[in-house]
């Protein structure tokens, strides 16, 4: 979605969660945990940094069917990863710029049956807390990798640098 910011037009990530979200953790400035209230879009601490918009701000939202909409920034959240702005499902309805059609499903449970997931209609992917796990863990290991390369070569470095001035 485009939304007219100090520096014009600009294309930000707007997330529309369900109204009581119980498995994406958001937290005020305070740490406590809230939720997406209605009547406004809430933003992140880091976009806030980025943007410069604090709550209370007016911002005009531009779906790319052309229609637009004024909508104000009620709270700062944190979140560690998906910054930008948030709207509950309730809001995202009336404001009516586009269809609020969901592109990621978030369930919880032991006794979910994968295979049956994946053949619903319009599902394209389905992952599940393991393999989120499992990918997360390769990259924490190849970025630990990166991380002992850096100290080997900083080390090496430092031993020439050493040598040389002796």
Do not use: C
């Amino acid at each position: 979605i485009e939304m007219r910011l100090p520096g014009g037009w600009q294309n930000k990530l707007l997330f529309v969660v369900e109204d009581r979200h119980e498995m994406l953790h958001l937290e005020n400035e305070a740490g406590e945990q809230v939720h997406i209230p209605g009547g406004g879009i809430s933003i992140t601490e880091k976009m806030s940094v980025d943007t410069g918009l604090v709550p209370g701000d007016i911002v005009e939202l531009r779906a790319n069917n052309g229609h637009t909409a004024f909508v104000e920034l009620n709270q700062t959240i944190n979140i560690q990863l998906g910054q930008g702005f948030y709207a509950n499902r309730t809001f995202w309805r009336q404001l009516d710029l586009m269809p609020y059609s969901p592109t990621v499903l978030m369930l919880s449970g032991d006794a979910l049956a994968i295979q049956d997931l994946e053949d619903l209609d319009g599902v394209d992917q389905v992952r599940s807390l393991v393999e989120e796990k499992s990918d997360n863990g390769m990259l924490t290991e190849v970025l630990d990798l990166v991380v002992m390369l850096f100290v080997v070569f900083a080390g090496s470095l430092a031993l020439v640098v050493l040598y040389t001035l002796g």
